[in-house]
Every structure is written in C-alpha cells, then in structure tokens.
C-alpha cells in the first residue's frame, strides 16, 4: 500500500504530520508525544547537560586562543531551566545566518535510526535537538546521516531545519579545523574507528568531542589483538583521551546506556609516541566479522515512506 504524508503543523515542542492512504484513509500523528517535555523535566537532562557542559567547556579552554564566546555561552546555561520558546528560535529556523562575530560550535549525528517509529531513537533526537537549543548552535549547522531513513524521517528532519547528508560517509568527515561534536549513540565500532582516522593529527582531535559508546567499554570488551587488528586507530587514542560517562537513570537506561563524551586533551596528544601520528593508513576491515555499519558498497536499504 502506498504512503503520501506532508507536514502540517510545527510548533516549539512537537511535530504533527498526515499520513495518507492509497485508499483515501489518513492518520494524524505527532513525532514527539510526550517525549519532549518528559526528557525536559527529567532528573537525566540536567545530569547529561551538564555532563557534556563541562567537557566542552574543557575542550574549548585548549584552544589557542580559548573560544571566549563559547565558554561564556556555555557557563550561563541555567541547566535546570525549561527550554522556553525565545530558546527553541534562536536555533531552529532553517538557512539561519550566524552573527560574524560569534563563535558556534558544529554538529555531526551519525546513526540515529528510524525514530518515526522507534522511541529509543526519537528519545535520543530530542536530546541532540535540545542540546543545540541550549548550546545555541543554529540546527542547519548540525548534519544528520543514517542509511536507514525513511523518506518521511528526511522530509521532518528537513523540517526540524537540521541538514540532512545525501551519502553515506561512513564516518569519515574531517572537523576542518572546526570545533565539532560527533554524536552518534549506539553506531558501529567502524564508525568511530573511521572517524579517528579522518582526524589523525594533535590538531584535528583537540577540536572534536564524541558523545558515542563507550572507548573504555570497548577496551574491556573486545580482545587486544582484535582492537589493535581491527580498529587500530581506537587501540591507538585510547591513552590521549578523556572520557566521562552520561549518567544513567532507570527511564533513560536503554536510551543511553554505554553512552560517554569523549575529548582529547593537547597535553595527552602532545605525550603519545611521535610515531603514532605516521601511521595513516585508510581502514578497510578486510577479513572483520561482524562489521555493524552500512557501507557505501552494501546494496541500497529499501524504507517504507
């Protein structure tokens, strides 16, 4: 049966859409049920914000010179403070124009799913949503990939005013000498293990922050030889990080579980073998089972609308 949806109604905290039949049926229906202000009023969000807070305003003091604007921005936020509505327009339009002499901070989402119809993913897109109100970085500088969306999910994201990436980069975006956040929760090793490699130099990974699974938990998990083999570049940065954990919550446990910010102090980059930086070979995971990320040369994933 074939599906014509069209947005008709955008308001601070939600999103309601139409979803027509080939039948003539429709279905009214809201992208953010609850979900909104149930993450707003929890315990979690002030915990995470403030958990990721404090390592950018770490991250952004080691620049040279410290981004000034940034780390006011980021030590006036009232973290247990609702997220009123001169908040949500300040980032939310899309083509927004950037002040000439503000700093803001970039956005990349990797691997979010299909949260049109799965809670955990919508859950962790009203969080990134409300992190670029709170950190008042304009949504159409933040970019968003995942193979697996539906044309409906691209259509509301477009709408949300994020920017949504037409292919799949398989993680291997450069932060162009820009202060970046990588968010991406519950995304292959190989994700993480690309991105690394995109940025393999003291100057590109004092610039980023990855909000992803856990480098610890991976350490802990996955055999020596096979972290090393595999994805060496994790094996590589794991002594010139700094990792905290998000909190977890019994609401929140399945949403963000194994979930910690990561940032790479100068001073630990600066302390690693000075041989470590040469070794800039293109991952290829020939011979790796169990890969966990789509790849540009799998077949094409066919969505419903």
């Avoid at 999103?15 to 009023?41: M, Q």
């Avoid at 799913?113 to 949503?129: D, H, P, S, V």
């Avoid at 060496?232 to 990080?241: F, Q, S, T």
Wanted: contains cysteine.
């Amino acid at each position: 049966m074939s599906l014509r949806f069209r947005i008709c109604e955008m308001g601070d905290e939600d999103i309601t859409y139409v979803a027509c039949f080939e039948d003539h049926r429709f279905s009214k229906c809201k992208l953010f049920p609850g979900t909104w202000n149930d993450l707003l009023i929890s315990a979690f969000w002030s915990s995470a914000l403030e958990t990721v807070s404090q390592c950018l305003t770490e991250q952004l003091g080691q620049q040279k010179p410290p981004v000034r604007t940034l780390l006011e921005a980021f030590g006036s936020l009232h973290l247990d403070s609702p997220l009123g509505k001169s908040d949500v327009a300040h980032a939310s339009s899309p083509g927004e124009t950037l002040d000439p002499g503000t700093c803001h901070v970039k956005c990349v989402c990797y691997g979010i799913g299909n949260f049109a119809t799965c809670i955990t993913a919508r859950i962790q897109l009203a969080f990134l949503l409300l992190f670029l109100d709170k950190c008042q970085t304009p949504r159409s500088h933040c970019w968003v990939y995942d193979p697996l969306f539906s044309p409906l999910e691209i259509a509301v994201l477009n709408t949300l005013g994020v920017t949504v990436l037409s292919e799949n980069e398989e993680g291997k975006r450069s932060v162009c000498g820009e202060l970046t956040i990588f968010y991406m929760l519950h995304c292959g090793t190989a994700l993480y293990n690309n991105l690394l490699w995109s940025n393999w130099s003291v100057d590109a990974l004092s610039r980023m922050v990855i909000i992803g699974n856990s480098f610890k938990g991976l350490e802990e998990r996955l055999l020596t030889r096979i972290l090393q083999k595999n994805y060496p570049y994790i094996a590589k940065i794991l002594e010139g990080l700094e990792e905290v954990e998000f909190p977890q919550t019994a609401e929140y446990m399945d949403t963000f579980n194994d979930t910690s910010v990561h940032w790479f102090p100068t001073q630990k980059l600066e302390r690693l073998p000075r041989d470590l930086w040469t070794f800039r070979e293109e991952p290829d995971y020939q011979g790796c089972e169990d890969l966990e990320i789509i790849r540009k040369t799998d077949p094409p994933t066919v969505n419903p609308p």
